[in-house]
């Protein structure tokens, strides 16, 4: 399927998705407590956003309910996304959005596609960096790339998942030198992905900045290019990777969705509180802390933005060998 047509189709279901208007639900909304999936395990980004969410939706009461979050974990993820998909419909059910939701809608054997979600907000991209221990002889990207294209062998990557953002980005290396495979070794936290880096033990890291900012303080890690379109404020002398001529751009997203089929009037107050809350000092606080590039983009506009992504991450699933099988 061309590109272009996924893109168009993911759009459309995406608003069909969205739900229509009914005089069922409750000026009031919303009337109990609602519940927020996390597919990882506490502590991780996407339930440490959703915590700090939350709180802020009742510390500033922005919502009459709170907001009770729920880890469900298995599976990478795959048990909290069955369970979120049963709820369809249903506004008191939201989830934390990353970028495993691509995944769930491409692996033909989970097959949960972006038409059963109702995007509400995107409240941040976390963007991958590229990080060398501080005495590596690797002191640009551009002489890590050469490296690679001179003896990829002597190259290796600490990442956190075969198909997570940070692979993906090993990906889009490859692609900027043709031919080149290489190698990485996965991790069960970007923590220990960075540590591996900072040990020696690997030559660098696709992982969040935040993940390694404590070895970066501590000089033993060196950031060489971080992908984000545009320089971080807490990083303001760290290049991007256009900046430096590599079209390579990746972040892991921060972000909220309700099931397909929820009614319009609940969309459009969650949208509200979650804005509010974005907009308050807590969560700049908290996104300059986590070194976040703070974007927020409401129901429309998070909707194109995760069809577009779609795109790009098809590409590189049917490239690692996670492509929907023919029909």
């Not at 221990?133 to 790339?145: C, G, N, R, V, W």
């Amino acid at each position: 399927m061309l590109r272009r047509e996924v893109l168009i189709r993911a759009a459309a279901l995406l608003a069909l998705a969205a739900g229509s208007p009914t005089t069922a639900l409750a000026q009031n909304y919303p009337i109990k407590p609602i519940e927020l999936v996390v597919t990882t395990s506490a502590g991780s980004g996407g339930d440490v956003v959703s915590r700090a969410m939350a709180e802020i939706v009742r510390k500033d009461k922005l919502l009459p309910q709170l907001i009770t979050v729920n880890n469900r974990v298995g599976g990478a993820g795959v048990v909290g996304y069955t369970y979120f998909k049963t709820r369809r419909g249903d506004p008191y059910t939201m989830m934390s959005v990353t970028g495993t939701i691509l995944l769930m809608a491409h692996r033909p054997d989970v097959a949960i596609g972006l038409e059963n979600y109702t995007p509400l907000a995107l409240f941040a991209i976390d963007p991958q960096t590229i990080m060398v221990q501080a005495e590596s002889p690797y002191k640009t990207f551009k002489d890590l790339m050469a490296a690679l294209q001179k003896n990829p062998d002597s190259v290796v990557a600490a990442t956190t998942s075969t198909a997570g953002t940070g692979r993906m980005v090993i990906h889009l290396m490859e692609k900027q030198i043709p031919g080149t495979r290489i190698k990485f070794v996965n991790f069960k936290g970007g923590g220990e992905a960075t540590t591996s880096v900072a040990g020696g033990h690997t030559t660098f890291t696709t992982e969040n900045l935040s993940e390694g900012q404590g070895f970066v303080e501590g000089k033993k890690l060196r950031v060489l290019a971080i992908a984000a379109d545009k320089r971080l404020p807490q990083a303001p002398d760290v290049p991007t990777l256009q900046e430096l001529g590599y079209p390579i751009t990746a972040g892991t997203i921060r972000g909220f969705t309700f099931t397909a089929g929820v009614p319009k009037e609940a969309v459009t107050i969650m949208e509200a509180a979650l804005k509010k809350a974005h907009e308050s000092p807590e969560w700049k606080e908290i996104a300059r802390r986590n070194i976040f590039q703070d974007v927020f983009m409401g129901n429309a506009e998070f909707t194109q933005f995760l069809a577009k992504r779609m795109v790009q991450y098809a590409e590189f699933f049917d490239a690692i060998g996670m492509g929907k099988k023919p029909q």
